[in-house]
């Protein structure tokens, strides 16, 4: 970055796969230490309950206070260890080391909880009446679910975008959350195109890790079952890690892109 020439959506697919395997080695413990703290409440619910327990509305009416104080300071912790990462991240596509400052990241927690807040606010505002004609409305199962999940998950990926100039452009919350409404609301169609090939490759990888898992269960199957589940839970907590540290690639690639494409229409019009 940044790039040459305007890039095709081929190219930031591209550009998206070549940062992330430049990444796996210098980035992969700090992603697999995020991945670790967001699963804090889980490993709570596996002391407690002797298995993870699944995440319900009825289940999370049960938590107790150990449970959320568990999953704040997970999500809190993890979103600075992914903060790093992504400021790693910029400094390999830009050819500028891979360190990462800790001590300015640090600084910048308020600006984090304050991002995490708006965007909360953002999604729930958005999704809201998608989810009250939901419940009215007397529709199958299939239809109220779409309903109300792809709303959610076109804002949730919106206000994402506003992530990188939070942590790389030092922009204020309720900025980076303006940001990242603005550049999908702009390009909303590349947008689109982009994040279906971007699923797809997750796709692919998700197939991969569980096939890993089927492979390696097979061969650890002669010492025991607790072999075999330690080792599918590394492989899972592997594979998440993984995941993630490409889907923080992409979100930079992206941003810069629809960044760049936003700068050169404003010239444009200028002139």
């Known amino acids: 970055m940044p790039f040459g020439r305007p890039p095709a959506i081929r190219d930031v697919i591209e550009a998206s796969l070549r940062l992330f395997g430049r990444s796996v080695l210098p980035c992969l413990p700090l992603a697999t230490i995020g991945t670790l703290l967001g699963q804090l409440p889980s490993a709570y619910d596996v002391a407690v309950h002797g298995k993870a327990m699944p995440i319900t509305a009825a289940s999370l009416a049960d938590k107790d206070g150990a449970w959320w104080t568990l999953y704040a300071l997970g999500t809190l912790a993890s979103l600075v260890v992914w903060a790093l990462v992504l400021l790693k991240q910029q400094r390999i596509a830009s050819g500028g080391g891979t360190s ?17 807040a708006a965007s909360f ?19 199958s199962k299939a239809a109220r679910s779409a309903l109300i999940l ?9 206000v994402s975008l506003g992530w990188p100039a939070l942590i790389l452009g030092g922009r204020s919350p309720l900025e980076a959350v303006a940001t990242g409404l603005k550049l999908s609301i702009a390009h909303w169609r590349r947008l689109v195109l982009v994040i279906v090939a971007i699923l797809a490759t997750l796709i692919v990888m ?4 569980g096939l890993t898992v089927a492979v390696v269960g097979g061969l650890a199957s002669p010492a025991g079952a607790a072999v075999q589940g330690s080792l599918a839970a590394a492989i899972v907590l592997l594979s998440a890690a993984l995941a993630v540290l490409y889907l923080s690639a992409f979100l930079l690639i992206v941003f810069d ?4 494409r936003t700068q050169a229409s404003s010239a444009s019009s200028a002139a």
């Open 100 to 116: 990462a400052p800790l001590g300015a990241t640090l600084a910048r927690f308020p600006a984090i909880i304050g991002y995490c």
């Open 121 to 139: 606010a953002v999604v729930l505002l958005v999704s809201l009446p998608f989810g009250l004609v939901g419940a009215l409305l007397p529709l």
């Open 150 to 158: 792809l709303p959610l998950l076109a804002v949730s990926a919106a």
């Open 206 to 209: 998700v197939i991969l890790a």
């Open 257 to 260: 892109d629809l960044r760049a």
